[in-house]
């Protein structure tokens, strides 16, 4: 055989295998949520960069309609249910942290499943778990697929988040940045935590680098779009980012000032929270009566606030260090002493 039959043989499988690939998969039951309404019974042909596309009723029938929404015109899609065994099986997996076996179910799920989305998901989560099992090189190589197979896919934040996140971890920092850049540009079609998360993670970038004062010259002007009424979860994110690197670059005043403007904002109580603990883990470094005071009066809110239990916990144990030096400081009164250790039964 010639070099050239070979190579015509060549691309003829290739493209039988693209026309395989690009067959249509079979519709799958959905409710589609708009501004207006949820259209509830929905048969989703497929959820592109484009738009999605369904069906209304009997979707086998031979004069059904196809309906297509475009971007904007639709908030989400809601898949109902799963259908495949090896889906399932990996979901199981994963949610019992078998990250290998739960990675080898999702790559053969993308072979057996009859949905599109269930394909999606299970490419994604492949290279997931793939990645927390350190298994980089094959991560990347499981989203490759993934984006050959689904170009126009509505979930390229996620896709790029991973890839930048192991790069990152690998200690290539170009590669890492490029990445993040490409999500705060394209955050308006990615969706709505897109731009946040590329802002931070070219942050994470610099911080790598202990680049803090870039870290700060980056977040500064972004923070300062935000508005905590609309934006409050990437308000805080930002404003606690922007206040650990300015600790970090030795300017403790300005990082005050940067946790004060963030807890008194409408944002949320977790946020808040760790704004107010960071601030009395710098009020406590003097350890003299005035500062431990103040101090308390900061962890103490951080502990009413509610934050999550990482938060919380540190809380607590700052607390009660805090309520020991102050029962020892020979400057403060026994009635002063008796009140502080009342607070102990509370903590």
């Given at each position: 055989m010639n070099t050239l039959t070979t190579r015509g043989r060549i691309i003829t499988l290739l493209a039988f295998v693209a026309a395989a690939q690009a067959v249509t998969m079979e519709p799958a039951p959905a409710t589609v949520s708009t501004v207006e309404k949820q259209i509830e019974s929905a048969w989703v042909e497929s959820e592109t960069t484009e738009g999605v596309v369904f069906y209304?009723?009997?979707w086998k029938s031979p004069n059904r309609?196809?309906?297509?929404?475009?971007?904007?015109?639709?908030?989400?899609?809601?898949?109902?249910?799963?259908?495949?065994?090896n889906v399932m099986k990996a979901d199981v997996q994963y949610a019992s942290s078998d990250w290998d076996k739960a990675a080898e179910s999702y790559k053969k799920a993308t072979t057996t499943a009859k949905w599109n989305w269930e394909v999606e998901h299970s490419y994604r989560r492949a290279a997931e778990c793939l990645a927390r099992a350190n298994k980089a090189t094959d991560a990347i190589a499981v989203q490759k697929e993934y984006l050959t197979r689904f170009p126009k896919n509505v979930h390229m934040a996620e896709v790029v988040s991973l890839r930048a996140r192991l790069a990152l971890a690998a200690g290539d920092h170009v590669s890492a940045l490029t990445d993040y850049k490409e999500m705060t540009a394209q955050g308006a079609k990615w969706g709505p935590t897109a731009e946040v998360e590329g802002h931070l993670g070219q942050r994470s970038v610099l911080v790598a680098q202990?680049?803090?004062a870039d870290a700060v010259a980056l977040l500064t002007p972004y923070w300062a779009k935000l508005k905590p009424d609309t934006d409050a979860d990437a308000f805080g994110q930002v404003a606690l980012a922007v206040a650990s690197d300015l600790e970090a670059d030795g300017k403790t005043a300005e990082c005050i000032g940067a946790l004060k403007k963030t807890y008194l904002a409408p944002i949320t109580s977790e946020a808040q929270a760790r704004a107010r603990l960071h601030h009395a883990r710098l009020l406590a470094k003097p350890n003299d009566t005035d500062n431990n005071l103040a101090a308390f009066d900061q962890v103490a809110i951080a502990a009413l606030l509610g934050g999550d239990a990482e938060t919380q916990a540190a809380a607590t144990k700052l607390a009660r260090e805090l309520i020991s030096r102050i029962d020892k400081?020979?400057?403060?009164?026994?009635?002063?002493?008796?009140?502080?250790?009342s607070y102990l039964s509370s903590l």
């Open positions: 209304l009723g009997d309609l196809a309906t297509t929404r475009k971007p904007g015109a639709y908030l989400k899609v809601i898949y109902l249910g799963n259908n495949d065994v202990k680049k803090f400081d020979a400057k403060l009164s026994d009635v002063i002493h008796k009140e502080y250790r």
